[in-house]
């Protein structure tokens, strides 16, 4: 059907950067809003950003000015630049986008996830 692959989580100091990127395979025809999504431990999942298909973006609050999404429509990803990274970032990050796929036996729009970064920051 279709599948998500994140990757790029990991460890980093304060202050630090790192880039995760996200890429959906399977029967797509199309994506239309692209997000990444982030769960500490112990707590709710949150959306951190999200791009539509015509490229406006939105941030949550505590990200803006240091979080940068991005998306590629020709090879199905998603991006999400962190820098100035602080340690209450650290969470599994997950993307999520919203797709129109079709099979030979079904065929929709229905939204779809990955499995899930760990992202530590941590001196």
């Known amino acids: 059907q279709v599948k998500l692959v994140e990757s790029g989580g990991g460890l980093v100091q304060p202050g630090g950067s790192l880039t995760l990127s996200c890429v959906a395979s399977?029967?797509?025809?199309?994506?239309?809003?692209m997000s990444w999504h982030r769960q500490p431990p112990g707590e709710q999942r949150e959306l951190v950003a999200l791009?539509?298909?015509?490229?406006?973006?939105n941030y949550l609050d505590s990200v803006k000015g240091r979080f940068t999404i991005s998306r590629d429509d020709a090879r199905n990803t998603v991006t999400l630049q962190m820098n100035s990274l602080k340690p209450e970032d650290s969470a599994v990050y997950y993307c999520?986008?919203?797709?129109?796929?079709?099979?030979?036996?079904?065929?929709?729009?229905?939204?779809?996830w990955g499995q899930g970064t760990q992202v530590t920051v941590s001196s």
């Open positions: 999520e986008m919203k797709i129109n796929y079709r099979t030979e036996n079904e065929g929709g729009l229905n939204y779809f």
């Open positions: 791009i539509t298909r015509d490229a406006n973006t």
């Open positions: 399977g029967s797509i025809v199309g994506v239309y809003d």
